[in-house]
Each structure stands twice: as structure tokens, then as C-alpha cells.
Nanobody
Framework: QVQLQESGGGSVQAAGSLRLSCVVS????????MGWFRQAPGKEREAVAT???????TYADSVKGRFTISQDRAKNTLALQMNSLKLEDTAMYYC????????????????????WGQGSQVTVSS
């Protein structure tokens, strides 16, 4: 059974940093996309960053230059380093993984991802 679990969320001041981690288990695809999505109250869940098995990445324009996605194959983890946080970054953050086949670059549409974590809240205050 595939399971994803996020950790590392919390409350920080604007311009601060947080690092989110996602532990992935039971996932044996050699070709895949994984990503971080976020959803703020009243808004649609949107892609923040994605990463494929070949290491290629995509970033939402709103976070480019501030966030970095990475994966550690040995530890079976996915991470999102968030720097220079802004008020608009406040949201529930989810890690996700595809079911196998994936386009390159990875899709930024949530419907492409089959497996999801439970979410981790990130709150940025002034």
C-alpha cells in the first residue's frame, strides 16, 4: 500500500523559512512524478513544485526562486525548502505521487496524481 505523510509545517513570520518533508512508502515505480500542492481557504488546490524520476523540476511562478523541491531516494523522502515566505504562502500543503506513467515535464494538474498525504498546515504572519 502506498502511503505519504508530510511533516514540518507550522507558523512563521514573513520572510522566514520552513522545510517540509514527506515520507513515501510502498511506492515502487521507476518512472514517476512527485510534487507539492497547496490549498488556501476558498481556493483550488494548486501545484507548487514537481519533480520527476530524472530529477527535472517545475515550479509555480509565485514560488520560483524561493522554494526548492528535492528527493532523497535512499531515505524515501520528498522535501520542499521554503524561503522568503510571504503571507500568500499560507495554505495546507500536500505531497503527492503519480501512478506510474508521467509526461515530462511533470504535470501541474492535481488530477494526474493518485497518491496523497494528509497535509501539513503552513501559516505565514506579518
Amino acid at each position: 500500500q502506498v502511503q505519504l505523510q508530510e511533516s514540518g509545517g507550522g507558523s512563521v513570520q514573513a520572510a522566514g523559512s520552513l522545510r517540509l518533508s514527506c515520507v513515501v512508502s510502498g511506492y515502487n515505480y521507476s518512472t514517476y512524478c512527485m510534487g507539492w500542492f497547496r490549498q488556501a481557504p476558498g481556493k483550488e488546490r494548486e501545484a507548487v513544485a514537481t519533480i520527476a524520476d530524472d530529477g527535472s523540476t517545475t515550479y509555480a511562478d509565485s514560488v520560483k526562486g524561493r522554494f526548492t523541491i528535492s528527493q532523497d531516494r535512499a531515505k524515501n523522502t520528498l522535501a520542499l525548502q521554503m524561503n522568503s515566505l510571504k503571507l500568500e504562502d499560507t495554505a495546507m500543503y500536500y505531497c503527492a505521487a503519480s501512478a506510474g506513467w508521467r509526461p515530462l515535464p511533470c504535470s501541474t494538474h492535481k488530477t494526474w496524481y493518485k497518491y496523497w498525504g494528509q497535509g501539513s498546515q503552513v501559516t505565514v504572519s506579518s
